[in-house]
T-cell receptor, first 113, second 115 residues
Framework: DGGITQSPKYLFRKEGQNVTLSCEQNLNHDAMYWYRQDPGQGLRLIYYSQIVNDFQKGDIAEGYSVSREKKESFPLTVTSAQKNPTAFYLC????????????FGPGTRLTVT | SQQGEEDPQALSIQEGENATMNCSYKTSINNLQWYRQNSGRGLVHLILIRSNEREKHSGRLRVTLDTSKKSSSLLITASRAADTASYFCATDAGGRGSTLGRLYFGRGTQLTVWP
């Protein structure tokens, strides 16, 4: 059953703590993306990766970090430097190059208090 | 900004009616895509239209693209309550930048279909 998974669905953290959001895909896609979505807003790109061991900053990378050690996995760390981390985070993947259709995970809703 | 802008922000119709959403963008593109998002879920790809295409159909969906006006429309015919969702258009960077694969999403149109 091919797809893209994100865990957990809901995540609660105290202010000042780093937190890592998981994203895994078994679609054999080279490219992966992290987006942030705030209420009533569109998707804003945080980081993206076209290939293993390489990634680029998107439009709102400050306060976030990523790694791409495996093709299947693209974890996102929300650091304490991110001033307003409470949001809905979406991971996506696609065939490399593009622009092609992106496949999205179910999202992780992060609440920081 | 490259970001597409959908119009209207919200649309409320009765079942059986047609729903039309529009998207405008600012720079040249290679293709334009439409996605759907149910509340609290991930996005689902609906349709992709290339810059050299003017119209495309998929089931009850009809997409048009006018590159001279830098605009696209998504028509959902015979709407159902299950079509209630947010609909987003997404554009690429155009030219060489498009090979990076990144997309630019608008803020979406919230469609509500009443039974």
């Amino acid at each position: 059953d091919g797809g893209i998974t994100q865990s957990p669905k809901y995540l609660f953290r105290k202010e000042g703590q780093n937190v890592t959001l998981s994203c895994e895909q078994n679609l054999n896609h080279d490219a992966m993306y992290w987006y942030r979505q705030d209420p009533g807003q569109g998707l804003r790109l945080i980081y993206y990766s076209q290939i293993v061991n390489d990634f680029q900053k998107g439009d709102i990378a400050e306060g976030y970090s990523v790694s791409r050690e495996k093709k299947e996995s693209f974890p996102l760390t929300v650091t304490s430097a991110q001033k307003n981390p409470t949001a809905f985070y979406l991971c996506a993947s696609s065939i490399q190059g593009g622009p092609y259709e992106q496949y999205f995970g179910p999202g992780t809703r992060l609440t920081v208090t | 900004s490259q970001q597409g802008e959908e119009d209207p922000q919200a649309l409320s119709i009765q079942e059986g009616e047609n729903a039309t959403m529009n998207c405008s963008y600012k720079t040249s593109i290679n293709n334009l895509q439409w996605y759907r998002q149910n509340s609290g879920r991930g996005l689902v790809h609906l349709i992709l239209i290339r810059s050299n295409e003017r119209e495309k159909h998929s089931g009850r969906l009809r997409v048009t693209l006018d590159t001279s006006k830098k605009s696209s429309s998504l028509l959902i015919t015979a709407s159902r309550a299950a079509d209630t969702a947010s609909y987003f258009c997404a554009t690429d960077a155009g030219g060489r930048g498009s090979t990076l694969g990144r997309l630019y999403f608008g803020r979406g149109t919230q469609l509500t279909v009443w039974p």
